[in-house]
């Protein structure tokens, strides 16, 4: 009996599950709860690039060669063992026959004038390393700097996008609504729909410049950093700009771009003097000793070569020509840097003038002008497109807005960047 019963209810479960399954199979399945997007401050993302830049990493290896080269600026010449062995044959036959033997040490003397002249261009080469590491580091860093604040701006510049298309969407809703009553023309739903297509299409473009400008930060970041995340952060305030003439001054003293050539400068001038030393013949003292049958013989001997053919002038017209250009890299370098800074300042000053603009009146004057033009609209006073125009408008003076905020921070980090001040400390 109870086998009879565990056999009908097992059939009604059977039959129920066959019953439900359409319903079952009805259910979307659930979908997947997407990640919170990681927000990063500029410290966390000048951290990764501090560690992980390819650039820095690229310099400090060049330094250690650089390094490596000093070790072999101060070795000394290593002497030289020769051995020879043979056959001894006496013309008389007397004595006999028998075996010879040869034993040459050689050590070669290299001059103090020329061991001093090539330690110092390799110290020199160390120098020039150490600033082009540091060149490095800086350039990277205010990139850094540069590419999370531009982040930020292209972000910014995706919110105002997205809500210009939630504020057509709602406008549409309106327009369709009086189109459907007979209270406006028919135009006026094609020409809100229009609009509402082109924001979409402007919404998507700054979501392409967000991922742009995110993937710059992540090579700067040697692709350390999240695939997807966000800055975390506002632009600084304003600052006001120290006079210029002390700025060119500290920037012509610690820039290490001149640095550099200043290093280059002084190791082809020692490897001038090098190459002069090199004129006087570098003797080579051998000790020798050669043994046969009825005699051995020692010698010591000193050979040294004869300048006649060549006396280096090309090696030395060479290095003086290496100084000549690096002398006329210095002046254009300095040339570049000044050119740069004055561009920085102006394109500071210009900035700043844009963003007083846009504070002092015209920004709230573009919302007023929207909210009067769209409650106007609301009554029927104006038509649809005078909202359009209005609400276009301030979507350009917002942009425009910050776009200025950002020329005057880049142009800012330009300036810091200039006078090689440290991009990876808080300020």
Known sequence: MSG????????????????????????????????????LTLAEVLAAVQTHNPEIALAAQQRA?????????????NPELAVGAGRW?????????????????????????VREARTRAAGFGVAAADAYVQAARIDAGFEARAAFYQLLRRQEEARLAAENVTLLTDILGRVRSRVDAGEA?????????????????????ASLLVDEARGLLRRLAGNALPLQFEAGGKLPA????????????????ANPRLRTLSAEYDRMR?????????????????LSQNQDPEIRQTMLGVSLPLPLWNR????????????????TQVEAQRAQLLRELDAAYSRASIAQRQVETFEGGLLKSAEAALRV???????????????????????????????????????????????????????
Do not use: N
């Open 89 to 113: 044959q006496p013309r008389s036959g007397l004595p006999p026959a028998g075996s010879a033997q040869q034993l040459m040490l050689s050590q070669p003397v290299e001059l103090p004038a």
């Open 312 to 327: 280096r002038e090309g090696q030395i017209a060479q290095a003086q020509a290496g100084i000549d250009l690096t002398l």
């Open 185 to 205: 023309p028919r135009f006026e739903l094609v020409r809100a729909e229009s609009e509402l297509l082109s924001a979409r299409t402007l919404a998507d473009a």
């Open 270 to 286: 020692a490897r001038l003097d090098q190459e002069r030393a090199l004129r006087v013949p570098q003797p080579v003292i051998s």
């Open 238 to 253: 304003a600052t006001v700009l120290p006079d210029i003439t002390l700025v060119q001054a500290r920037m012509l003293d």
């Open 4 to 39: 009879l019963l565990q056999g009908i209810l097992t059939t009604l479960s059977l039959a129920g599950l066959c019953l439900a399954w359409p319903a079952l199979a009805a259910v979307p399945p659930a979908k997947p709860v997407p990640a919170p997007v990681q927000r």
């Open 373 to 427: 033009a769209e409650a106007a609209w609301r009554f029927g006073e104006r038509s649809f497109l005078e909202v359009l125009d209005a609400q276009r408008t301030l979507r350009g003076v917002r942009k425009d807005y910050i776009q200025a905020r950002f020329d005057r921070h880049a142009a800012g980090i330009e300036i810091e960047r200039l006078q090689a001040q440290d991009p990876f400390s808080e300020r």
């Open 65 to 77: 060669v650089a390094a490596a080269e000093t070790r072999i600026a101060g070795a000394y010449p």
